[in-house]
C-alpha cells in the first residue's frame, strides 16, 4: 500500500525557502537531531519529512549496522527489503559522504529509493555521486550515531539487540 497521498499532505506547509528543518530520531540509544539540506536534494528531504510525521519510522529498528560504515533504518519490514509503496527518484549531488552524513538507501536501480536511509560512521567517499545526500546528524548526536554503529551483530550485520526508532518527528529550526 502507498503512503505517498498521506506524505503528501503532511508536507503540504513546508517552505524550505524561508524555514529551516530538522528530524529528530528519539532512539532506544538516544536523540539523533538531522539537520535537513533542501539545497541539494529538496524531494528527499520531503520525504523523511513526511514519512516522519505520519509516524512511519515509529517503532521501527536499524536493521543493518556495520561498524567503521553505517547504521541503516527505516524498513517496515526491518529486513532491508520494504519501503513506503512509491519511490523517490535520485538527486544525486556533489555532498561529499562523511561521518554523520544522512543519505538515502537503495537498491541497484537508481530511482528506487522509499524510506530506507543511512547515517554514516566515517568517511565514505566510494558512496559520493552513487546515493543522494540530505542530511546531516548534528555534533551533538555522533555520540548516540556511533553508539549504535558499536553494537554487537549478526553475521547479516543485523544488531544482536533492536536498536529501535521510539519517534520521529519534525522541527522547524
Do not use: W
Request: glycine letters at 12%; charged letters at 15%.
Amino acid at each position: 500500500m502507498s503512503r505517498k497521498a498521506e506524505v503528501e499532505a503532511a508536507i503540504a506547509d513546508v517552505d524550505f525557502e524561508n524555514k529551516k528543518y530538522q528530524v529528530h530520531l528519539d532512539t532506544s540509544h538516544g536523540l539523533i537531531v538531522l539537520d535537513m539540506n533542501p539545497e541539494v536534494a529538496p524531494e528527499h528531504c520531503k520525504n523523511i519529512m513526511g514519512l516522519a510525521k505520519i509516524g512511519f519510522y515509529d517503532g521501527l529498528i536499524f536493521h543493518r549496522v556495520i561498524s567503521g560504515f553505517m547504521i541503516q533504518g527505516g524498513c517496515p519490514q526491518g529486513s532491508g527489503t520494504g519501503g513506503p509503496g512509491y519511490n523517490v527518484d535520485a538527486e544525486f549531488n556533489s555532498t561529499p559522504h562523511l561521518a554523520g552524513t544522512l543519505s538515502m538507501a537503495r537498491s541497484s536501480a537508481p530511482n528506487s529509493a522509499g524510506s530506507q536511509f543511512f547515517i554514516c560512521l566515517g568517511t565514505q567517499d566510494f558512496l559520493d555521486g552513487q546515493y543522494t545526500v540530505f542530511g546531516q546528524a548534528t555534533p551533538e548526536s555522533m555520540g548516540v550515531v556511533e553508539s549504535i554503529g558499536s553494537v554487537s551483530t549478526n553475521g547479516s550485520d543485523r544488531p544482536d539487540e533492536d536498536v529501535t526508532i521510539n519517534a520521529a518527528t519534525v522541527v522547524e529550526v
